[in-house]
T-cell receptor
Framework: DSGVTQTPKHLITATGQRVTLRCSPRSGDLSVYWYQQSLDQGLQFLIQYYNGEERAKGNILERFSAQQFPDLHSELNLSSLELGDSALYFC???????????FGQGTRLTVV | LAKTTQPISMDSYEGQEVNITCSHNNIATNDYITWYQQFPSQGPRFIIQGYKTKVTNEVASLFIPADRKSSTLSLPRVSLSDTAVYYCLVGDPSGSARQLTFGSGTQLTVLP
C-alpha cells in the first residue's frame, strides 16, 4: 500500500459527460501529480500541484482541470468526455525533500 | 527536461542478472536518475535513485559513470515476478515544482 488513495477505482460514463476523480495523498505530502495512461501507452504527465498551487503543467487538455484543496486532497475534472479519454488515471504524491513519488492504484475510466 | 532512451524490451531467464541501460546525454548538474517499476494496471513503484557512481538497495543496484550520460539498473537473480515495465527518469528531485516525466520504458519479460 503506497498510502495514496484514489477513488473511484472504476468509472464508466458516456461521451459528452463530466467526471471527477479524487486523490488523497500520503499523510504529509504536499505535492500531487496526475498522469494519464492509455492502453499500451506510457504515462503522460498532466499536472502537478504543491500545497494548493499549480506548479507544473504537462500535456493536459483544456477540457481537463484539476485543483488541490486545503486538506491537500486533489481532484481531476474531465469534461466533454470523448472515447479517446478512456484510460487509467494515476495520482502520485511526494514531499518537498523526499525524492520518491508514491503512486495510487489508479482510476480506470471507460467512456462509451 | 533531460530526454531518456531505453531499450523497448528485454527477455531474461529466472535466476539471471538483468542490466537495463538508460541514455540521458543532456542530463543537468542538479538532475538525479530514478528508476520505477510498473506492473500492468498498477501505479509505478520507486526502485532506486542515484546521482553518481553506484547505489545499492535491497532490490537493485544503479551504476552511473563519471560523465553521467547513461545509467544501468541491475536486477540480481530475477524471478518471474520481476516481469514488468521499467522506467528511467532524469530530473531535479528537490524543490516544489518538478515534472516526473516517464519515457516509453523497458518491458522486461522473465522466462522460466
Amino acid at each position: 500500500d503506497s498510502g495514496v488513495t484514489q477513488t473511484p477505482k472504476h468509472l464508466i460514463t458516456a461521451t459528452g459527460q463530466r467526471v471527477t476523480l479524487r486523490c488523497s495523498p500520503r499523510s504529509g505530502d504536499l505535492s500531487v501529480y496526475w498522469y494519464q495512461q492509455s492502453l499500451d501507452q506510457g504515462l503522460q504527465f498532466l499536472i502537478q500541484y504543491y500545497n494548493g498551487e499549480e506548479r507544473a503543467k504537462g500535456n493536459i487538455l483544456e477540457r481537463f482541470s484539476a485543483q488541490q484543496f486545503p486538506d491537500l486532497h486533489s481532484e481531476l475534472n474531465l469534461s466533454s468526455l470523448e472515447l479517446g479519454d478512456s484510460a487509467l488515471y494515476f495520482c502520485a504524491s511526494s514531499g518537498v525533500v523526499n525524492t520518491e513519488a508514491f503512486f495510487g492504484q489508479g482510476t480506470r475510466l471507460t467512456v462509451v | 527536461l533531460a530526454k531518456t532512451t531505453q531499450p523497448i524490451s528485454m527477455d531474461s531467464y529466472e535466476g539471471q542478472e538483468v542490466n537495463i541501460t538508460c541514455s540521458h546525454n543532456n542530463i543537468a548538474t542538479n538532475d538525479y536518475i530514478t528508476w520505477y517499476q510498473q506492473f500492468p494496471s498498477q501505479g509505478p513503484r520507486f526502485i532506486i535513485q542515484g546521482y553518481k557512481t553506484k547505489v545499492t538497495n535491497e532490490v537493485a543496484s544503479l551504476f552511473i559513470p563519471a560523465d553521467r550520460k547513461s545509467s544501468t539498473l541491475s536486477l540480481p537473480r530475477v524471478s518471474l515476478s520481476d516481469t514488468a515495465v521499467y522506467y528511467c527518469l532524469v530530473g531535479d528531485p528537490s524543490g516544489s515544482a518538478r515534472q516526473l516525466t516517464f519515457g516509453s520504458g523497458t518491458q522486461l519479460t522473465v522466462l522460466p
